[in-house]
């Protein structure tokens, strides 16, 4: 049984790129969750996917969008990269209706804008 | 989800001791989650607490949940080198986690 996947693992762009980052979720999981993780802090929420909506969203500004495909799968694009978007983006996947709450997180994407 | 206050922020410890990290939050929560991210590493869920007065218990772990549901405590017996990592008690629910900063442990020989 696979876990969350991320691709890619690291990834190294210029300001003012555009990224994209996919997760497939854990097998029998519908709900896709985005956190950052900048370096020495804890991860934060960027959006969560549900029935390929987006059902949640932190507080991050709208060059941050995503996608939901109809086998659960997701995308992360981040427009006009900035300096400060460098960290690890984690996928994490999860039951709507789970029991316990608890989230599976993926390896992540490792990014870097120079 | 609030965030709470972790305390510490940094920890060193000797193989073989104990080691315990707080979490504290000026409201009521509904719940709180515990996660471990070994350096490198993503988080890796642990346990949720829903419960006042909650304790569970995994081999040298305890969870505590307080009374008024405003605090929690993980406590590691005897720690061992692969505890090493960073331990974040998350709250919110519906996917939706808040994280602080996390504990760091590092355990030394």
């Known amino acids: 049984d696979a876990g969350v996947t991320q691709s890619p693992t690291h990834l190294i762009k210029t300001r003012g790129q555009q990224v994209t980052l996919r997760c497939s979720p854990k097998s029998g999981h519908d709900t896709v969750s985005w956190y950052q993780q900048a370096l020495g802090q804890g991860p934060q929420f960027i959006f969560q996917y549900y029935e390929e909506e987006e059902r949640q969203r932190g507080n991050f500004p709208d060059r941050f969008s995503g996608h939901q495909f109809p086998n659960y799968s997701s995308e992360l694009n981040v427009n006009a990269l900035l300096l400060g978007d460098s960290a690890l983006y984690l996928c994490?996947?999860?039951?709507?209706?789970?029991?316990?709450?608890?989230?599976?997180f993926g390896e992540g994407s490792r990014l870097t804008v120079l | 989800g609030q965030q709470v206050m972790q305390i510490p922020q940094y920890q060193h410890v000797q193989e073989g001791e104990d080691f315990t990290t707080y979490c504290n939050s000026s409201?009521?929560?509904?719940?709180i989650q515990w996660y471990k991210q070994r350096p490198g590493g993503h988080p890796v869920f642990l346990i949720q607490?829903?419960?006042?007065?909650e304790v569970k218990k995994q081999k040298r772990l305890t969870f505590q949940f307080g009374e008024a549901k405003k605090n929690s405590s993980l406590h590691i017996t005897a720690t061992q080198t692969t505890d090493v990592g960073t331990y974040f008690c998350?709250?919110?629910?519906?996917?939706?986690?808040?994280f602080g900063t996390g504990t760091q442990l590092k355990v030394e020989l």
């Open positions: 994490a996947s999860s039951l709507r209706q789970g029991a316990n709450g608890e989230l599976f």
């Open positions: 607490l829903v419960k006042s007065g």
């Open positions: 409201t009521t929560l509904s719940n």
């Open positions: 998350p709250t919110g629910g519906g996917n939706k986690l808040t």
